[in-house]
């Protein structure tokens, strides 16, 4: 039966039981131990054991609490229901009313959002949209459902969205979402109802739609958190992507700590990460899937590393820095083409990896990053990782105005830049190679000037 399955090590039929929300537990609850895997009576008696349990589970009971009431036989205490998924939004300043649910039919807004969804999941396959697209959309669509869900599509007026806009404004007071993820929350829902119109769901879109659900961004909203990259003893300006660097290992609050394998392990993998999010402007995700194909050696006058972005899917053509060749050259030794130029302890686990029991994508780049970037500005410092690359964008955007989307990899705006305009690789390579002196990362004596006249 589905949700329970044989555990080879115990000799048990167990489950994982789901609470009353929905969410898998960690725990395993061991249901009945047979003389075989065959015995078709403990399997019968394990299943019968698993319906109870969820029976149990469904009147507010905790797993824990509802599996000792299961198998001891008590009676079961009355508890007011936990509440669902929609009631975490209500808003009390609203009364409900009818909450009867509706039969289902196609065009009710959980259905439509279904088919929206699978519809942009097949346009990311065809290659017109970013693979992570489709699953953004879903998450930033999930409130919307969860409350009007059960409403017909052309029910959503201009009053529906008042209220959506009420809750968000409530939540956001709270502190549980921040303004820019309230935007994404609702440039979804305009991109739902457009798509329902243009599909014929609806014959028309609510009229004050783009004025309701408009967010607002003001200068401090925007404000970017770039690294200092110029010195200037002057003003108290100090190289801190030099600085964030060269403290990789340097922990005085651990004794020993660079004598341990696993610290010597993060230690490369940070020193690496930091490499390449200045060197090409990677993200987290970027550096964690970079393959040993990616690095070219042989055949280019310099090193450089070529792939796609994994975002957009844009070709990105970067010349490595000699402090980045250095540092990658040990992780590419002994490795197959499709390898991960870098992984986990155990040299085979990635470094981004989804756990087996949320399902949440976890990234160890970004923890171990969050920490160092702390021990080595203090604890209220707010920048991470990802503003490496803004910074790398700034750079290219006030001295190289144009090719910072071909360093970013961002999506080219027309069709004409994508099939005419070739890259500018020489001159990319000498404004990565000024980057380089500009950064900080220019190794004297083991960087060959490429450009006549260019000073080292």
Known sequence: MKGIVWDKGTGYWCCRPKDFQGNTQRKKVYLVKPRNKSCREGQKEATRLFKELNRTIAQGISPDDAWRIVKTGESVPYQTPLP????????????SGNTKKKKWNKNLVSAVRNRFIADMADRAAFGSLSAQRPMDLKYNTKMFVDLYGDKHMKDITNEVLRDFRKRLNKLMAQGKYRKHTISNFTSAVKQLINWSFREGVINTTPRMMGDILQVKFDSTDRKQNNWHYQVNKGRGEINELRKLYDSVGNRSDVAG??????????????????????????????????????????????????????KTGEPMNHAMFAETREQIKPWLVGKEPNDLVMTQFDGRTPLLHHTHVSKRRVCLIGSWMRSHIRRTFGDEEPRRISDIRKTVGQFFIDRHTGLEKFMLGHSQTTNITMRYVKLPQSQMDKAIFLWEMASGFLMDGKHKSRYKGEKK
Do not use: F, M
Not at 84 to 95: E, G, I, Q, R, S
């Open 84 to 95: 669902t998924a929609k009631n975490l939004y209500v808003n009390p300043d609203v009364k």
């Open 257 to 310: 700590w660079n004598e341990r394998p696993q610290a010597l392990h993060i230690n490369r993998v940070l020193r690496l990460s930091l490499l390449l999010a200045i060197n090409c402007g990677y993200t987290q995700k970027d550096i964690s899937t970079l393959q040993v194909k990616h690095v070219h050696w042989i055949g280019t006058r310099t090193p450089r590393i070529k792939r796609p972005r994994h």
